[in-house]
């Protein structure tokens, strides 16, 4: 697995790095301005951070190497498969105070976070695809939380969008690897060139990294083989 495009990243300081400007928008966030619709279809602010939350049950079970329990706790709930997890997490907290489950999600996040960077780059992880290195587990979380931060307009500093851009992209050159995306990519002086089957198009990295999350707008100009072929399966 060639992980090259991640060399001088720290996925550590990277996701606490998201997991602070989640934590600082949520403080913020009243009233109305939770139920208003997210980028991700179907799902408001709040849903957003009942998903966040309810993605700590699995990051827990791996990191207790519990992932058989996981698995009862979802047998009992009638939970078969990602999506239906996902939705589950949302609608079994629908009904809690937002407080609540803010504090539910920086309690088990902290924790979560606290814990991967004590096991350390080097180590790895039960996942539900096997064991996994926990350096690059860390860098899923990461992109999950900027990516999902841009669902829910998180604010991003002007002096920190391009870094953060530029990380982004580097790990969706990984992310497109490790997957065996068709795709080819060139890195250029101001972003990326990308090739399939005779057609390229150029993108910026903030551009590149919402492609490899399925997170471009539905406007946008890249040809849809391409868009398809940067982004993970639907």
């Given at each position: 697995?060639?992980?090259?495009?991640?060399?001088?990243?720290?996925?550590?300081?990277?996701?606490?790095?998201?997991?602070?400007?989640?934590?600082?928008?949520?403080?913020?966030?009243?009233?109305?301005?939770?139920?208003?619709?997210?980028?991700?279809?179907?799902?408001?602010?709040?849903?957003?951070?009942?998903?966040?939350?309810?993605?700590?049950?699995?990051?827990?079970?791996?990191?207790?190497?519990?992932?058989?329990?996981?698995?009862?706790?979802?047998?009992?709930?009638?939970?078969?498969?990602?999506?239906?997890?996902?939705?589950?997490?949302?609608?079994t907290r629908r009904g809690l105070p937002v407080a609540e489950v803010v504090a539910e999600w920086r309690r088990k996040n902290?924790?979560?976070?606290?814990?991967?960077?004590?096991?350390?780059?080097?180590?790895?992880?039960?996942?539900?695809?096997?064991?996994?290195?926990?350096?690059?587990?860390?860098?899923?979380?990461?992109v999950e939380y900027a990516t999902h931060g841009d669902d829910i307009d998180v604010p991003v500093a002007p002096d920190e969008?391009?870094?953060?851009?530029?990380?982004?992209?580097?790990?969706?050159?990984?992310?497109?690897?490790?997957?065996g995306a068709p795709v080819e990519v060139a890195e250029l002086p101001d972003g990326y060139r990308v090739s399939l089957d005779?057609?390229?198009?150029?993108?910026?990295?903030?551009?590149?990294?919402?492609?490899?999350?399925?997170?471009?707008?539905?406007?946008?100009?890249?040809?849809?083989?391409?868009?398809?072929?940067?982004?993970?399966?639907?």
């Open positions: 697995m060639d992980e090259s495009a991640l060399d001088g990243l720290d996925p550590f300081d990277i996701l606490d790095a998201e997991a602070a400007r989640l934590d600082a928008y949520f403080t913020v966030l009243d009233g109305a301005e939770w139920d208003v619709p997210s980028r991700d279809e179907g799902w408001s602010r709040r849903d957003v951070l009942a998903h966040l939350a309810g993605e700590e049950l699995y990051n827990h079970a791996c990191l207790n190497d519990d992932l058989d329990g996981f698995a009862a706790e979802m047998e009992r709930a009638g939970v078969q498969g990602l999506d239906e997890f996902n939705a589950w997490s949302v609608e902290g924790d979560t976070r606290r814990r991967m960077r004590a096991l350390g780059p080097a180590a790895t992880l039960p996942t539900m695809s096997g064991p996994y290195p926990v350096r690059l587990q860390t860098f899923h979380y990461a969008r391009a870094a953060r851009a530029a990380w982004r992209a580097r790990f969706g050159l990984f992310a497109l690897a490790e997957r005779g057609v390229s198009a150029d993108l910026s990295p903030a551009e590149f990294a919402d492609a490899t999350v399925r997170r471009l707008p539905p406007g946008h100009p890249l040809p849809p083989g391409l868009r398809d072929a940067l982004g993970p399966a639907a």
